[in-house]
């Protein structure tokens, strides 16, 4: 079924004329992107002006990309997207469950949610193309996901599991404040930075792994309340930023096994600043009263451009 549909949508797509005007990433790839696993990649520098096309050609010359179909790019692009939806639906339906037969905690289930939705959509990111027309197919898994947000939050459809999974209170209009910001940031990052960015890894990384352990580690052991934030402890604090450096760093060499960026002690060193600094903004008040699901990303889009 998957596969029928995979193909009748390329086979529509291919039909269509573009025309020559059009962003390059909306245009069907003419050619197969040449693999070389002889040269050394390109040292990243996101200071440099021709930084993007350096990461371009890096992406392409010597990325292993884990496509399924490198003659037809399209093709890939639609299965990784069913591939990555089917994925994330089923990690998320995981959780609806153990939230429905009470297995954790409805705080901890909630940031079982929260850690493991955006880290598993990140694995899926080797399956896309190269350029934006893979980054466009994967950033409709999230983006499929705002809709939902929505159309639950504001009442329109109901899903109790869901309300239940994401919610702090059970309350459904919930979803339009920290899960929507939540989705919104990994499309954002997805489609703007994509795998070729250490600033989007950083964010991703730290929004899901740090801010999603400081909430479990702070409840356990965060007795010692940080003196200028007393919903804030010192232990979820240092386990917010540890665990977001060690989670960029991890999907650093992930990445880097198929050519999308080059692991270096610089950009360890790079991402241990952004995770100090995310886990920072996310102990001060302001980020108890907007939502820390916006104030941690957007800590570390900042921080990232102005380190990367």
Sequence with gaps: MAATLASSFVNIFSSLNFPSNLPTFFQPFSSTPSLNFSGKLPKFDSKTPNSTQL???????????????????????????????VVARTTLGIWELTAKFDVFD?????????????????????????????????CLVPGVNIIRVLLIGLGIYKDEATVKSMSRFGDYRELLKGPLYYASAITFACFYFWRTSPIGIAAICNLCAGDGLADIVGRRFGKDKLPYNENKSYAGTIAMAIAGFV????????????????????????????SLISALVESLPISTQLDDNLTVPLASFLAGSLLF
């Design 247 to 274: 989670a960029s760093v991890g999907y650093m060499h992930y990445f880097s096994l198929f050519g999308f960026v080059q692991e270096s002690w610089d950009m360890v060193l790079q991402f241990l600043v952004v």
């Design 106 to 138: 409805s705080k901890l289930n909630r940031k079982l949610v929260h850690i493991s939705i955006g880290l598993v959509f990140m694995l899926c990111w080797p399956l896309f193309s190269f350029g934006y027309r893979g980054a466009l197919f994967a």
């Design 55 to 85: 990461r371009q050609k890096q992406a392409t010359a010597s990325a292993t990309a884990a496509i399924m179909f490198p003659e037809n790019p399209l093709l890939s692009d639609v299965c990784g997207f069913l591939i990555t939806a």
